[in-house]
């Protein structure tokens, strides 16, 4: 039996790696609305030759659209959009056979959740449609209890059709875990909050909002590995938005577009992640573009367009990069299927390996150890 080395889980940007280590568990989240997904799904990955092994499924979730592992890889929590309706579910994880058997559930006291983080203490839920963050505990079952807190956001933007009100597209923690970042597409600012992890009510207080363009939409946010730069994907503008970050402060540095002046029809930006690295940064665009954006990062932090390149698939909301850097793995929610591309280590250059995970509506792309 092959010796197995392990880490943390890795969720979108947290990069962290061991090189010894080849296989990690693939949580993919769905939407299964459409009829063609069942749940959440877990496959085996192997990082040094993309091969993949269907491992779970669990059954009977309603659009577990995003995802997150707690610390010790123990536990998986999940949103489901679903309206008036929508919660935030616990799972118990058990890594090695990448089964999960749930805990409880409750709902998140504002609409259709899109985004979910966890540390030790808590998890936060970003409420698209509520245009809320709530904010709930964990029990030492690993369930979920509270919540502790909501956030409403209140008023919109100029696009009337789009941001008539607030939408909490994305909630992270700052890279020293100090702060909680929230984007709202709605009303085109950036929020950031003081992170007070064992308060049982005030957890999150108001710190610091930056504005950006109007009508541009804040969608998903990034941080270099040294904490010193933020990088903004703005999903109606379609700009990565590069910000020197300290203590809470985010100064804007550059505006990069992720598109050509050739571009036709609609934009939709939709996820953004750096290479384990460093070196290279990436974008989808969805609607009529289905593409990747390379941009190779500077000593400065700002960025450089490099290439933009097809999908393979139509609606790539959400991609991941493997926690070895050596893979990409782009989710098709619109062709049902992810879609495997190689890395190239000094260029960023991506190359389709031809390898395609089929499945129904895939969203949300989870690596995390197993062990």
């Known amino acids: 039996m092959k010796k197995r080395l392990f880490l943390l889980p890795f969720l979108f940007c947290s990069m962290q790696t061991m090189a010894q280590s080849n296989e990690y568990n693939l949580i993919i989240g769905t939407y299964t609305n459409t009829g063609k997904s069942e749940g959440i799904y877990v496959y085996d990955f192997d990082t040094k030759t993309a091969a993949f092994r269907a491992k779970s499924i669990t059954k009977n979730v309603v659009n577990p659209s995003y995802l997150t592992v707690s610390n010790d890889n123990a ?36 609409a259709d959740p899109c985004f979910v983080i966890a540390d030790d203490v808590n998890v936060l839920t970003a409420n698209y449609s509520g ?77 610091d909002s930056v504005s950006v363009k109007a009508g541009t939409g804040p969608r998903h946010i990034t941080f270099s590995k040294d904490g010193k730069f933020a990088y903004l994907l703005t999903e109606m503008g379609g700009i990565v938005n590069v910000y020197s970050y300290k203590d809470g402060k985010l100064s804007l540095l550059q505006d990069a577009p992720i598109f050509g002046k050739d571009l036709k029809g609609e934009n939709g930006a939709a996820d953004i992640h ?19 954006t390379r ?19 139509k609606g790539p909301r959400n991609f991941a990069i493997d926690p070895t850097g050596n893979y990409l793995l782009v989710a098709h929610q619109y062709t049902n299927d992810v879609v495997i591309f ?13 390898k395609r995970i089929e499945l129904g509506a895939p969203v949300c792309l989870v690596f995390a150890p197993v062990k």
């Open 75 to 110: 536990f998986v929590y999940a949103v489901s959009e679903d309206g008036a309706n929508s919660s935030v579910s616990a799972f118990s994880f058990d890594a090695v056979k990448g089964s999960m058997e749930p805990l409880n559930k409750l709902a998140t006291k504002g």
């Open 131 to 207: 245009g809320s963050i709530s904010v709930f505990g964990r029990d030492s079952s690993g369930a979920v209890t509270g919540p502790k807190q909501v956030v409403q956001h209140s008023g919109g933007s100029i696009d009337k059709s789009r941001q008539e009100g607030p939408h909490v597209h994305q909630v992270r923690f700052s890279p020293d875990k100090e702060y909680v970042i929230s984007n709202d597409l709605g009303k085109d600012k950036i929020y950031v909050y003081k992170y007070n992890p064992n308060e049982t009510s005030n957890v999150l207080v108001a710190h």
């Open 274 to 292: 750096l290479t384990p690295d460093g070196k290279f940064l990436y974008t989808t665009n969805r609607a009529n573009a289905n593409s990747i």
């Open 295 to 313: 941009f190779a990062v500077q000593a400065n932090g700002k960025l450089l367009k490099k290439s933009e390149i097809p999908t393979q698939g």
């Open 342 to 354: 190689k890395i190239n280590k000094e260029t960023g250059a991506l190359t389709d390996t031809g």
